[in-house]
């Protein structure tokens, strides 16, 4: 069926581009991973370039919205909402290798029959990376966008922090009475200004569920306390893009706070000559919505370099030139 068409009174409020990309005829549909559903849209036609999108957490794909149609006229794009997010159904447990394994389980549900690229932003561009290291050979490229790799000693001081976390209660997410209520407290994560105001209004307005005494956002608030991250059966995200057998990118925001100066330092080191690694300027971490056309013409022209001439992509990293 075909989504989100507008109201004429709807149009007036937005640019004609984002007007266009909201007219833009899509498709839903759902995949089962692991016995959860996983709901997905698609734009454009199948037979084109495989293009799957990954959003962050606490999100869901509508955050793909202003750019999925602007990419559609080259490549077959799907935008996907993650288990505990969206409309996707939620888990008891969650793991990297499950988040990889739903990037394949909806790809194959939407009929992505070749090699795909995988574009994932924030927490979605940690599960691209993991989908990279796992399905590397059923990829045509991965693009990781606003995420940094995280040292041994970050990653372990992110460990002792997560430790130190885990007997604090679970508080559920709140529920509001009131629709425009609970629209006004929508907040991006981190906080930023918007050069676009209308999208971060056109987000909130799909985040929220009708529960039982109101309304409620959509995200499992339990999802990182039952994600599996034990670093003793794993390799650590620097082994992981080494290990890489596909090509893969790395787009920052200019401005982020979504992580440390060290932590940004650390993965341009340790991609430097060996991987694409550069920022959109101006930008802040849900760059999308700051500057959406420059961040779809971004996507379309590093993946279109590789599709066009695959024996051009950068060669995966394959040691480090970074002190850990």
Not at 191 to 213: M, T, W
Not at 238 to 260: G, N, R, W
Not at 283 to 311: G, N, Q
């Amino acid at each position: 069926m075909t989504d989100n068409k507008m109201t004429d009174n709807k149009k007036k409020l937005y640019p004609q581009w984002f007007t266009q990309a909201l007219n833009t005829n899509c498709e839903s549909g759902s995949a089962t991973v692991d016995d959860c559903k996983i709901n997905y849209v698609s734009w454009g036609d199948s037979d084109k370039p495989g293009l799957l999108l990954l959003h962050g957490s606490n999100a869901h794909l509508e955050w793909w919205r202003p750019i999925a149609p602007l990419l559609a006229d080259q490549f077959y794009v799907v935008a996907m909402d993650s288990s505990g997010s969206g409309n996707s159904g939620w888990r008891n447990r969650y793991s990297r290798k499950q988040f990889a394994s739903e990037v394949m389980g909806v790809a194959k549900a939407a009929g992505i029959v070749d090699k795909f690229f995988v574009v994932g932003h924030s927490f979605g561009a940690f599960s691209t990376l993991e989908a990279g290291f796992c399905f590397g050979e059923e990829l045509a490229g991965i693009v990781m966008v606003d995420f940094a790799i995280q040292s041994e000693a970050t990653a372990a001081e992110f460990m002792k922090m997560r430790e130190s976390l885990r007997d604090t209660p679970q508080r559920p997410t709140r529920v509001y009475s009131d629709y425009q209520e609970a629209l006004g407290r929508f907040r991006l994560v981190p906080q930023q200004s918007c050069k676009n105001p209308f999208l971060v209004d056109y987000i909130a307005e799909h985040s929220l569920r009708k529960v039982e005494g109101g309304w409620t956002w959509k995200f499992d608030p339990g999802m990182f306390r039952n994600l599996d991250l034990d670093q003793k059966e794993s390799l650590s995200q620097t082994e992981k893009l080494q290990a890489l057998v596909c090509p893969a990118a790395f787009i920052m925001a200019e401005h982020s706070s979504d992580y440390s100066r060290e932590a940004a330092d650390y993965t341009r080191e340790l991609v430097a000559g060996k991987l694409p690694f550069f920022s959109v300027p101006d930008t802040f971490h849900h760059l999308m919505f700051d500057e959406p056309l420059a961040l779809a013409m971004t996507i379309k022209s590093l993946l279109l370099s590789w599709y066009c001439r695959p024996e051009g992509a950068p060669a995966p990293v394959k040691e480090s030139n970074a002190a850990s």
